[in-house]
C-alpha cells in the first residue's frame, strides 16, 4: 500500500486513494471506498474528488473540482448535484444546514432541499423550528417552511424548552414559538442552554452578568464578570455554568438555581461521567455534579489536557509524566509515559520517553508496540487504525497489530 492516502473509518467504511509518485511523476488515484475487510465497494467518478469520512447519518459530503459540494449515500450515489457551497449541523429532524448561491436552507438525507436556499443567513432545527434571516431580519419557520414567527427580529437562537432568545431593538428578551413575550426586551444578552430541567438563565446588563429565571424574575444579581459553559454533554447541556469574578471561578446549577462551588478555583475543564476537572493552587483534581471533590487536588496543572473522562478514564500528570485514572481517582495506567491519549474503543494511544507511539489496552499492556509503526491517527475507528512503516507504507491495522489487506 506504498503510496497511499488513507482516512478513518467511520459507520464501517473507509475512503483511500492513491497520493504518490509514479515514474518521477506525482500522481493521485480516484477516491475509493473500501470496507473493514479492505473490500472495493464503489469508486468515486473523478479523480479530483475530494472526501473525508461518513457522517453519522451515513452519509458523506462530496468537493469537486471547481470546490462545489455534493451529496453521496453509502451505495455511491450522489444525492444532489454539485452546487452547494456548505453542508454543517444536522438536527433531531434529521435535516442538514445548506448554502447554495450565497443563501442558507436545509437538506434532507435524501438529497431534498426541505428548506430551500433562499434565506440570508440561519441555525439549525430544534423542537421542530429554526431561524432564518430574510431580507435582514429574523424569524422561524417549520419543516414546511412555514413562518412560525414573523421576520421581525434582529437575532433568534435555537428554541429550547419552547423559549428562544430574541433581540430587538438592540436588546435581548425571551419568547416562544407562539411569538409570545415571556421576558421583555431589556437586556444585551441572554444565553439559552437549556436541558429540561433549567430554571435560570445567564444575562447581562450593564456589562455585568447574573441569571433570570424564564418569567424574567433575577435568580442572581448582576455582578459577574464572564460565563460560560462547562457541559457540553446533550443530556446536560446548559446545566452547568462556569461563572467568573475578579478571575476566580465557581460553578452554578441553573437546575438548583444555586453555586454547588465557592469562587475558590482558577480553572475549570467540562463534565464528563459526572465529573470534572478544577485547577486550585496550581494543582488539578475532580469534582463530581454536586462540586464535591471526589478526586484530590495532586495533578499536575501546567502540561494538563483538557482533563475528560472518556470510556471511564482520563489522562492526567504528575511530576510531568502521563497516566491514567478512573472516575473514582484509582490510577489505571501509571506515570511512565511522555504523553497519553483518551481512551477510544478501549485502546490508548500512547509515547514513551524516546518519543516513539504505540497504544496500549486499558490495562496498560503494550497492544501496538512502540515505534513499530507511524499512526496517523490518535484513535481506533471501527476497530481500524491507518499507520505507515518504511517496510509496507501505508496500510491499516486492528486492534491486534493484525494488517489490513487492501483488496482492489
Known amino acids: 500500500m506504498h503510496g497511499y492516502d488513507l482516512s478513518n473509518f467511520k459507520n464501517g467504511k473507509a475512503f483511500i486513494h492513491f497520493d504518490g509518485v509514479i515514474n518521477g511523476k506525482c500522481d493521485y488515484g480516484p477516491r475509493i471506498c473500501i470496507n473493514t475487510k479492505g473490500e472495493k465497494l ?35 450515489e450522489f444525492l444532489t448535484d454539485f452546487i452547494y457551497s456548505r453542508f454543517y449541523g444536522g438536527s433531531e429532524e434529521g435535516l ?7 443563501k442558507h436552507g436545509h437538506i434532507d438525507i435524501n438529497g431534498k432541499e426541505v428548506i430551500p436556499c433562499m434565506y440570508d443567513n440561519g441555525r439549525h432545527f430544534s423542537e421542530g ?13 417549520d419543516t414546511r417552511n412555514e413562518v412560525i414567527i414573523p421576520f421581525e427580529y434582529e437575532n433568534l437562537c435555537t428554541c429550547k424548552n419552547n423559549i428562544i432568545s430574541a433581540q430587538k431593538c438592540g436588546k435581548w428578551g425571551l419568547i416562544n414559538k407562539n411569538n409570545e413575550v415571556i421576558v421583555d426586551f431589556i437586556y444585551d ?24 429565571d424564564r418569567y424574567g424574575n433575577v435568580v442572581e444579581d448582576f455582578i459577574y464578570d464572564e460565563m460560560s459553559l462547562v457541559s457540553v454533554d446533550e443530556d446536560n447541556a446548559g446545566e452547568f455554568i462556569q461563572v467568573i469574578k475578579d478571575k476566580r471561578r465557581a460553578i452554578y446549577s441553573t437546575k438548583k438555581k444555586s ?36 478526586i484530590p487536588f495532586t ?5 494538563m489536557p483538557d482533563e475528560e473522562f472518556s470510556e471511564g478514564l482520563c ?33 490508548i494511544w500512547a509515547k514513551n520517553n524516546k518519543n516513539a507511539c504505540g497504544f496500549l489496552n486499558r490495562k496498560g499492556e503494550v497492544i501496538i508496540p512502540f515505534g513499530k509503526y507511524y499512526c496517523h491517527s490518535m484513535c481506533f475507528n471501527d476497530g481500524l487504525i491507518p499507520v505507515w512503516s518504511e517496510e509496507m507504507g501505508d496500510a491499516y491495522i486492528n486492534k491486534h497489530g493484525e494488517v489490513i489487506k487492501i483488496k482492489l
Open 42 to 76: 464503489f469508486e468515486l467518478p473523478d479523480r479530483d474528488m475530494i472526501v473525508n469520512e461518513f457522517e453519522d447519518e451515513d452519509i458523506a459530503f462530496v468537493m469537486g473540482n471547481e470546490g462545489k459540494y455534493a451529496m453521496l449515500n453509502n451505495k455511491g
Open 96 to 102: 442538514w444546514e445548506a448554502n447554495r448561491n450565497g
Open 129 to 141: 423550528v429554526a431561524a432564518e434571516c430574510f431580507n435582514g431580519k429574523y424569524g422561524m419557520v
Open 189 to 212: 444578552d441572554i444565553y439559552n442552554w437549556s436541558t429540561r430541567e433549567c430554571l435560570a438563565y445567564p444575562a447581562s446588563k450593564n456589562g455585568k452578568w447574573g441569571f433570570i
Open 259 to 294: 453555586f454547588i462551588t465557592d469562587f475558590g478555583y482558577s480553572f475549570f475543564g467540562y463534565f464528563s461521567d459526572g465529573r470534572i476537572s478544577a485547577h486550585k493552587n496550581d494543582k488539578v483534581g475532580f469534582l463530581d455534579t454536586n462540586g464535591e471533590v471526589i
Open 299 to 303: 495533578y499536575d496543572s501546567y502540561c
Open 315 to 347: 489522562v492526567v500528570y504528575k511530576d510531568s509524566k502521563a497516566g491514567m485514572i478512573d472516575i473514582e481517582g484509582n490510577v489505571i495506567i501509571p506515570f511512565t509515559y511522555k504523553k497519553l491519549y483518551d481512551c477510544q474503543e478501549g485502546m
